[in-house]
């Protein structure tokens, strides 16, 4: 098979933006002799933190590591139900079973794809333990109404930021940005399909000391000491291990790239923004195509453009043929309950775990989750996309939506 990617006017779907800073950074690093968790790392921290106007940061491996011990913090432990949504990548439900609990699943809000707050009250039970909010796609979900309801229940609120770095919320009368954060703790990622790329790595965000203390002895297999410590220290030292840990730290190497990353993500999402902008004028007339909502107090980083084909149109088709011009998409967000892995779970569907009698791929409870996957697609969004490339996914986009009429 010819490989699509390959030719000379192809549009990816995504394409991180790295340049000769990052990689300086990351040779400094190299030539500096200490690779692993060291100073990059609580660098990156720091800048981190303060960018997104937390308390503390912690680095870990990844977002799906960063949602475990997220959820570690909070007290999630086997037996207990997080509710979240199963429109997700499946890291987010993983991460609920990592801590041998079960994911709740509640369905989405069809326009900005973020979990319906008007079901998450109904889905609460004696065992709910937290709530497992994303920001899916980079667009906020509605705290204002989840944070209040979790705090009056004595549930905690994770956030899953994977996509979310750079967007904001209003809050208060106040434009922040996420991952101050506005629940417990907030999870990103840094895989290169987000916004800003460390190669993989992931960030947890916090108010309280003792969690980021928490966080920083989970990471690193509950030890006293950090291998940082232990070298510099004037004294032998013996460290010990506190706790029950894991090895999900972040390298220098990353963190260094990261920091680099940190310092493009304004400009980032101000390109994103433009892109995002352009594509709701030139997309708006076309007929039956859905675009994205942005409410008037969430401002997105648009780490993905998703848009809902009109009815009649086939999603397979409208890809092939967009693909057969040159131009990458991907169908609607996954849901968890729908793969074979969560499927045989009779609580899968959101039932709860008291079972399901839905029809396998025909939940009753998850109709807009399964709608928002088979009836969208995302369309390229990178910060160096060009009007030309834009206006060639806009034209293919026309041509193959008339489908519908
Ligand atoms: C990408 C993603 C994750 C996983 O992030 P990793 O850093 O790859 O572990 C989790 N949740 C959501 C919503 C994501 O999009």
Same mark, same amino acid.
């Given at each position: 098979m010819a490989d699509a990617a390959a030719r000379n006017d192809f549009i990816p779907l995504a394409l991180p933006l790295l340049g000769d800073e990052e990689a300086e950074a990351a040779s400094r690093t190299i030539r500096s002799g200490w690779v692993m968790q060291g100073p990059q790392v609580a660098a990156f921290e720091e800048e981190f933190a303060a960018f997104v106007g937390a308390g503390y940061a912690r680095a870990v491996s990844s977002c799906t590591t960063a949602l475990h011990l997220g959820l570690v913090a909070v007290g999630v432990v086997p037996g207990d139900e997080v509710i979240t949504v199963?429109?997700?990548?499946v890291a987010t439900a993983n991460s609920v079973r990592y801590c041998g609990a079960t994911p709740v699943f509640v369905d989405i809000e069809p326009?900005?794809?973020? &979990?319906d707050p008007t079901l998450v009250e109904r889905a609460i039970t004696p065992r709910t333990r937290a709530i497992l909010v994303v920001h899916q796609m980079g667009m906020p979900c509605d705290m204002a109404a989840i944070v209040p309801l979790a705090r009056a229940r004595g549930l905690a609120v994770v956030e899953d930021c994977a996509c979310a770095v750079g967007s904001e919320i209003l809050w208060d009368g106040r434009w922040e940005r996420i991952g101050? *954060?506005?629940?417990d703790v907030a999870c990103f990622s840094f895989h290169p399909?987000?916004? &800003?790329?460390?190669g993989d790595g992931g960030m947890i965000t916090t108010d309280r000391e003792d969690w980021a203390e928490l966080f920083r002895l989970l990471r690193l297999h509950?030890?006293? #000491?950090?291998t940082a410590q232990r070298h510099g220290s004037p004294t032998v030292t013996f460290e010990s291990y506190e706790l029950f840990g894991f090895n999900y730290r972040m390298t220098d190497i990353q963190a260094a790239i990261g920091r680099e990353q940190l310092k493009r993500l304004p400009g980032i999402v101000e390109r994103r923004r433009e892109i995002a902008d352009r594509y709701r004028t030139l997309l708006?007339? &076309?007929?039956?195509l859905g675009l994205p909502v942005e409410p008037d107090w969430a401002r997105s980083n648009w780490q993905s453009y998703c848009v809902r084909l009109p009815d009649g149109c086939d999603q397979r088709q409208v890809m092939q043929e967009l693909l057969d011009q040159g131009i990458a998409t991907r169908r609607g967000i996954m849901n968890s309950h729908r793969e074979p892995v969560y499927r045989s #779970? *009779?609580?899968?569907?959101?039932?709860? *775990?008291?079972g399901c009698d839905c029809a396998p791929g025909a939940c009753t409870r998850l109709v807009e989750s399964e709608q928002a996957q088979d009836r969208t697609i995302v369309l390229p969004i990178f910060p160096q996309m060009t009007d030309e490339q834009q206006d060639r996914v806009v034209d293919a986009l026309r041509a193959s939506c008339r489908c519908g009429s």
């Open positions: 199963s429109h997700s990548f326009g900005t794809y973020n &979990i101050r *954060p506005h629940g399909r987000k916004v &800003i790329t460390t509950g030890m006293s #000491q950090s708006a007339d &076309i007929p039956g #779970q *009779p609580w899968s569907c959101g039932a709860g *775990p008291d």
